[in-house]
C-alpha cells in the first residue's frame, strides 16, 4: 500500500508524521551521546580506580609480591584495567557507528524532505493557479452572458418601438451581436480554461502528489530501516565486546582461585623465620640460702637489699627474655649480621645468586671480547685489536672482584648455616638435657659432674653442654656497665671458643653480671671489662651482700 494512493488527501498528515520521524531520530542520537558520555566516564572512574589501588612502584624487594592473596588483587586490578578499556571501546564504537552516521543522515533526510514537500507546495500552487484561471474564465463568460442578453432585450425594446428611428434599430441590433461574439469568445475562452483545469486537476490528483506523497514513502521507510539498524548497533556494539568482557571476568575468577592460603602461611614463614631458640624455663631462685649467708645483726637489711637487686635481675632478665617487645634500631651491617640467623642465611643466598648473575653477565661480556679481539687480529681491516684491551682489562677487573665478593658471602653463609645447625642441635640437646634430675650444688645450681673437658656419648647419660646465647642477637650490652650482683669462681677451666662466650681458668674468680636464666650459662665479667657467659655448671657462684 502506498501513500499516494491511500493517503491522497492527506498531506498534512503527512508532513507530520515525517517531521515526527525526524525529531524521533534526532532524540535516539542525543540519547546515544549521552550513553556514550556515561561509559565514557565510567571507564575513566574505573582507570581511576585501579590507579589509587595500584602498587605505585613495583619492585621485586616488595615482600607484598609474595603472596598469593596480594597478587590476585593486582591481576583483579588489571583485568578491571582491561574491562574499563572495553567500556571506552563501546563508547568509541557507539559514536562512531551511530551519533556520526544517524546524524549525517538526519541533515540528508531533513533535506530531502523539504525538497519532497516544496515539490508538494508547487504542485498545489500550480493547480491554484489553474483553478483561478477557470474562475475567471467563467465569470467573464457569465458576465458576457448577461451583458448579451440586456443587448438582446434592448435591440428587441428598440425595434418595437415605433418613434425610434432606424439607425437606431440597427445600431441596437450591433450592439446585440457584438455581445453575443463576446460571450462565444468568453465561452470559448471558459470551456478551454476548464479542460485546461480538469486536466491539471487530474495531473494533481493522481500523478504529481501521489508521486510525492511515494517519495515521502520511501524516504520515510528508509529513515525507519536507518534508525532499526541503528538499535541494532546498539545491540550488537555491547555483544562484540562481551567475549573480552567475559575473559577479563574469567581472569578475575581465575586470580581468585589462584590465592593460596596455606602457600601465604609458608611465604610468611619464609619472610620472617628468625631461626632463634625459644627461651627455656627459669630456674627456681631459692631465696631461703640468703638467710644462712648473711649474719644475724643486718639479716633483714641484707635481705631487703638482695631482694631488690634480684628483682631488679630478673625484671632485666625478662624483658632480654621476651623477644616481641619495642625492638632497638638496628645496624645494618655487610654481612647482615644485623639480621636473625635464618633471614641472614636467606639474604646471604639472595647476594650471592645476585653476584653469580652479574659475574655470568661479565664473563659472557669478556668472551665476546676475546672473541672480537681475535677476529681483529685475524682481519685487522675490521679494527684494531689494541684498541679492546682497556675494555678486557676492565672487565677481568671486575670478574676477579665479583668473584671475590661471591667468596666473601659464600664463607658468611657458611658460617651463618653452620651457627644455624648448631643451634637447633644444642636446642634439642637443652630440651633433653632439661628433663632429666639435675645435681645441684649447694647454692641449688645445676653442676656437671665429672671432668668437663670429657666428651660423653648419649649412652653414658651426658650431654655436651647447650649453645651459649649470642651477645649480638639475645642482649644489648647498655653503654654504662651493669654493676656486678656477685662473684663466680670457676670450679673447671674453659676455653670459651663459641659466640658469645669467655674463657677462663680453673680456680678463676669472675665477677657475676646476670645469673642463669634457665638456659644453662650464667654472664660474668673480667676485671678488664670483658664480658661474656659461661657454663653454669663450671662455676661456683655467691651473690653479694648488700
Same mark, same amino acid.
Given at each position: ?6 493517503? $491522497? ?45 595500584? *602498587? ?56 530531502? %524532505? ?23 474564465? =467563467? ?10 442578453? /440586456? ?48 486536466? +491539471? ?24 530501516? /536507518? ?19 567475559? =575473559?577479563?571476568? @574469567? ?34 631462685? @631459692? ?34 627474655? $621476651? ?22 642465611? =636467606? ?16 664473563? +659472557? ?72 634430675? *639435675? ?18 656419648? +648419649? ?20 653503654? @654504662? ?44 665479667? %673480667? ?7 659461661? *657454663? ?11
Amino acid at each position: 500500500m502506498e501513500w499516494g494512493s491511500e493517503l $491522497w488527501d492527506q498531506y498534512d498528515i503527512i508532513e507530520r508524521q515525517t517531521q515526527w520521524g525526524i525529531d524521533l531520530i534526532e532524540k535516539y542520537v542525543k540519547f546515544v551521546k549521552d550513553r556514550t558520555e556515561i561509559e565514557q566516564a565510567y571507564a575513566k572512574q574505573l582507570r581511576t580506580l585501579v590507579k589509587k589501588y595500584s *602498587p605505585k612502584r613495583v619492585s621485586k624487594e616488595d615482600q607484598e609480591l609474595k603472596f598469593s592473596q596480594y597478587l590476585a588483587f593486582i591481576n583483579i586490578l588489571n583485568e578491571l584495567n582491561d574491562y574499563a578499556g572495553q567500556r571506552e571501546v563501546i563508547a568509541e564504537n557507539l559514536m562512531q557507528n551511530i551519533f556520526a552516521q544517524l546524524l549525517k543522515y538526519l541533515h540528508e533526510n531533513k533535506q530531502e %524532505r523539504k525538497m519532497h514537500l516544496l515539490d508538494g507546495r508547487k504542485a498545489q500552487h500550480d493547480l491554484e493557479v489553474s483553478f483561478k484561471q477557470l474562475d475567471n474564465a =467563467k465569470r467573464r463568460f457569465e458576465r458576457d452572458c448577461k451583458e448579451a442578453e /440586456k443587448a438582446m432585450q434592448n435591440a428587441e425594446r428598440v425595434d418595437n418601438d415605433i418613434n425610434t428611428t432606424k439607425a437606431d434599430v440597427e445600431k441596437a441590433k450591433q450592439q446585440a451581436n457584438l455581445r453575443n461574439h463576446m460571450v462565444e469568445e468568453s465561452k470559448n475562452e471558459y470551456a478551454s480554461q476548464l479542460q485546461k483545469f480538469n486536466k +491539471d486537476q487530474n495531473e494533481f490528483y493522481f500523478a504529481e502528489m501521489p508521486h510525492i506523497f511515494n517519495k515521502l514513502q520511501e524516504m520515510d521507510e528508509k529513515r525507519t530501516r /536507518k534508525l532499526c539498524e541503528a538499535y541494532k548497533t546498539f545491540a550488537d556494539t555491547e555483544r562484540q565486546v562481551m567475549p573480552i568482557i567475559g =575473559k577479563c571476568l @574469567d581472569g578475575m575468577t581465575k586470580a581468585a582461585e589462584s590465592v593460596n592460603e596455606s602457600g601465604d602461611s609458608q611465604v610468611l614463614i619464609e619472610a620472617y623465620k628468625s631461626g632463634f631458640e625459644r627461651p627455656g624455663e627459669i630456674e627456681f631462685e @631459692d631465696y631461703s640460702q640468703m638467710i644462712n649467708r648473711t649474719s644475724s645483726e643486718n639479716s633483714l637489711g641484707s635481705l631487703k637489699s638482695e631482694s631488690k637487686v634480684d628483682q631488679r635481675t630478673i625484671s632485666k632478665s625478662k624483658t632480654k627474655r $621476651w623477644p616481641f617487645g619495642k625492638k632497638n634500631k638496628l645496624i645494618v651491617s655487610e654481612d647482615f649480621s644485623h639480621l636473625p640467623p635464618e633471614q641472614r642465611r =636467606k639474604k646471604l643466598q639472595q647476594k650471592i645468586d645476585d653476584l653469580n648473575k652479574e659475574l655470568q653477565k661479565q664473563v +659472557d661480556q669478556s668472551e665476546a671480547l676475546d672473541k672480537m679481539k681475535d677476529v681483529y687480529q685475524r682481519n685487522p681491516q675490521m679494527g684494531d685489536p689494541n684498541s679492546l684491551e682497556p675494555r678486557i682489562t676492565e672487565t677481568n677487573q671486575q670478574i676477579d672482584r665479583l668473584r671475590q665478593e661471591v667468596q666473601k658471602y659464600e664463607t658468611w653463609r657458611t658460617d651463618a648455616e653452620a651457627k644455624l645447625v648448631s643451634r637447633n642441635d644444642s636446642c634439642v640437646q637443652y630440651i633433653t638435657h632439661s628433663n632429666r634430675s *639435675p645435681s645441684m650444688n649447694n647454692n641449688g645450681r645445676m653442676i656437671r659432674k665429672g671432668n668437663p673437658d670429657t666428651t660423653y656419648s +648419649d649412652d653414658s647419660g651426658q650431654e655436651p653442654l647447650p649453645q651459649p646465647p649470642s651477645l649480638s642477637e639475645f642482649d644489648d650490652f647498655e653503654d @654504662d656497665l651493669v654493676h656486678p650482683i656477685g662473684s663466680s669462681t670457676a670450679l673447671y677451666p674453659f676455653d670459651g671458643n663459641s659466640e658469645g662466650t669467655i674463657a677462663m681458668a680453673e680456680g678463676e674468680v669472675l665477677h657475676l653480671i646476670e645469673d642463669d636464666k634457665g638456659d644453662g650459662w650464667t654472664r660474668v665479667r %673480667r676485671s678488664d671489662g670483658e664480658e661474656g657467659y659461661v *657454663p653454669t655448671s663450671y662455676v661456683k657462684i655467691s651473690l653479694s651482700k648488700q
